[in-house]
């Protein structure tokens, strides 16, 4: 789960990180009152779930500024919010239709006098938490990994000691931060770790970290993502999802306890396992096809989520062609089977169905398919359902 930008920093500022003043605005009126109440300049950033937004564009509005626009005057703040709520902002990260603005930050512009990125993830190679750290900060840190990996600055923390001042003080140093500002910069990755840690995030970034010209050392963006398995722990964290930024098809499969990514090809996977989906998605491609989505019904599917599934696939006006996938260990091949010609038989598909059963009672699955007298495709491996269904989508 994502959160917007300001609620990240509203996390960094209960932990004791040092943020600037912002006001959250729903519409041009408010966004002008916010900045009566703070004065100018100010930095109007558009709060969307998605990275690039000062590179962005409005798409169709004939402006030439991005999501992120710096404001001296309380009319221009007015008129910039105007095209931010009506126009959908283009990033790299939301395709071509981009995304509806729906909340902006009116921010306290604050004087750059250097800027540096803090990021923490879950390192699955050491099985740990790991801060990373780099001296350029306000850019793409994929960009900086690339092109000089040794700028890169990590540091493993413990998930119960968290961040140690041993281990948080040389990288203030190696960040080039004087000795006035490495108390400060200390205590931004204490924040840091400590909502990563304590709130089961899956990425928390603050980029860029800015020093001011006066020595100040504070969070200028910051977003964050949580482990969705375990907001259960965390109604105060599950409160702060914005469901207008999220896949609409995704939201109404995970109600039906499905698992689905929205992808941007033709042939529709509907498989049991996300080992397997990886592996389906991965061999209609080798064959020439796309997927056009990851749907994981999971190991004890029935018919209702299987119906559900078949209508969340068939919702996506891209898909030519459906690969069923699934492995019967806990659930029987017979019994998917039963489910899959009942779900068929409901929603009543259009397009090519193509079925690969594989595990116990496989034969008796694929009597009842071939016998169900439907427009149901079957295959007799993974190899062969691949070549079949990207043939139909064809």
Request: charged share 25%; with cysteine.
């Amino acid at each position: 789960m994502k959160i917007h930008e300001y609620q990240a920093k509203e996390l960094l500022s209960a932990a004791g990180a040092a943020v600037p003043r912002g006001i959250v605005a729903s519409t041009p009126a408010e966004a002008q009152k916010a900045f009566d109440a703070m004065g100018g300049p100010v930095v109007l950033k558009a709060q969307i779930h998605a990275g690039g937004r000062g590179k962005g564009r409005f798409k169709d509005s004939g402006k030439d500024f991005g999501g992120v626009k710096f404001i001296r005057s309380r009319d221009e703040v007015g008129s910039v919010a105007e095209v931010m709520f009506k126009y959908p902002l283009v990033t790299k990260q939301t395709g071509e239709e981009g995304q509806r603005v729906s909340k902006v930050l009116v921010q306290h512009a604050a004087d750059i006098a250097r800027e540096v990125y803090l990021g923490m993830v879950v390192d699955r190679a050491i099985g740990m938490p790991v801060l990373m750290a780099c001296a350029e900060g306000g850019v793409e840190i994929e960009e900086v990994a690339a092109r000089s990996p040794e700028k890169i600055l990590k540091a493993p923390v413990n998930p119960d000691a968290g961040l140690l001042p041993f281990q948080a003080r040389p990288l203030a140093f190696a960040l080039e931060f004087t000795p006035a500002q490495v108390p400060q910069a200390e205590k931004m990755m204490t924040a840091l770790a400590r909502v990563f840690l304590d709130k089961d995030c899956s990425l928390a970034e603050i980029n860029p970290l800015v020093v001011t010209p006066s020595g100040d050392v504070l969070a200028l963006d910051a977003k964050m993502t949580f482990d969705d398995n375990a907001l259960f722990r965390h109604p105060d964290i599950e409160t702060l999802r914005d469901e207008t930024e999220e896949n609409p098809a995704e939201l109404r499969a995970a109600r039906s306890g499905l698992s689905y990514i929205s992808l941007t090809g033709t042939i529709g996977c509907l498989v049991n396992g996300a080992g397997l989906a990886m592996s389906t998605m991965d061999i209609i491609k080798y064959h020439g096809g796309e997927p056009a989505n990851f749907l994981d019904v999971g190991g004890g599917a029935n018919k209702d989520q299987v119906t559900e599934a078949f209508r969340i696939l068939l919702g996506d006006p891209r898909v030519k062609a459906v690969l069923v996938n699934i492995f019967g260990g806990i659930m029987k091949c017979d019994i998917i089977a039963a489910a899959i010609i009942a779900a068929f038989q409901e929603v009543k598909p259009k397009v090519p169905f193509v079925v690969r059963l594989e595990g116990t009672n496989v034969e008796a699955g694929r009597k009842l398919l071939k016998e169900s007298g439907l427009n149901i495709t079957t295959a007799s491996d993974l190899t062969d359902a691949a070549k079949k269904v990207v043939a139909a989508g064809r």
